[in-house]
């Protein structure tokens, strides 16, 4: 059973330019939510999807940034006009249910965005 | 407004000791508790997840408690290794919350040969 899968591993982009990072759940999870660790700082909630369903992006940034989890295919985290704040790594992770009070989240390894 | 602190920031042990990571956080109505490992470039590993109903869980060489009223958990690694070394995360749910983690900062394990 694959764990949560995340592409690109490393992505380089100028200022100015788009962002798109993939996420695919683990098998059979239905819940998605994205992260972002900044450099020197903890991991910060952004956004939380269900399939079609945005169920809490009270972290997400009001500009630039969105989030979809369409009914087939990944998660995309989806990033416009790319300025240098914006590099930092971005985690998925994805659980089977919404509530994880006795099932833990599962993440990926990351796409680790830089912005020259 | 819930936050979470983990001390200290970093460690150096030699191996074979025993030890003792702390996580805090203000408020203590939470849903459960995780702790993570996260290796230099690489994504978390869930290590032990504590239910706010539980006082401690246990792994193999770690052993992880929880005492909501004092809103602090500690992380015990008996007999530490070289692989151990890593940087261990604590993150809480807040109780009514959609599964939304907060974590704290962080506590770099160094384990020495």
């Known amino acids: 059973n694959a764990g949560v899968m995340q592409n690109p591993r490393h992505l380089v982009r100028r200022r100015g330019q788009e962002a798109r990072l993939r996420c695919s759940p683990m098998?059979?999870?239905?819940?998605v939510y994205w992260y972002r660790q900044l450099p020197e700082e903890g991991l910060k909630f952004m956004v939380y999807l269900q399939k079609e369903n945005i169920i809490d992006e009270s972290g997400m940034p009001k500009e630039r940034f969105s989030a979809e989890f369409p009914k087939e295919g990944p998660s995309i985290l989806r990033i416009q006009q790319v300025v240098r704040g914006d590099s930092a790594a971005y985690f998925c992770a994805s659980s089977p249910t919404g509530t994880t009070y006795n099932s833990p989240l599962h993440f990926g390894n990351g796409t680790r965005l830089t912005v020259t | 407004k819930q936050e979470v602190t983990q001390i200290p920031a970093a460690l150096s042990v030699p191996e074979g000791e025993n030890l003792v990571l702390n996580c805090s956080f203000t408020?203590?109505?939470?849903?459960?508790l995780q702790w993570f490992r996260q290796d230099p470039g690489k994504g978390l590993t869930s290590l032990l997840l504590?239910?706010?109903?539980?006082r401690e869980q246990t792994s193999g060489r770690l052993n992880a408690s929880l005492d909501k009223s004092s809103g602090r958990s500690t992380l015990y690694i008996a007999a530490s290794q070289p692989g151990d070394s890593a940087t261990y995360l604590c993150?809480?749910?807040?109780?009514?919350?959609?599964?939304?983690?907060?974590f704290g900062q962080g506590t770099t394990l160094q384990v020495k040969p």
């Open positions: 504590i239910q706010s109903s539980q």
């Open positions: 408020d203590s109505a939470i849903y459960n």
């Open positions: 098998k059979g999870h239905s819940h």
């Open positions: 993150a809480v749910i807040p109780s009514g919350n959609t599964g939304k983690l907060i």
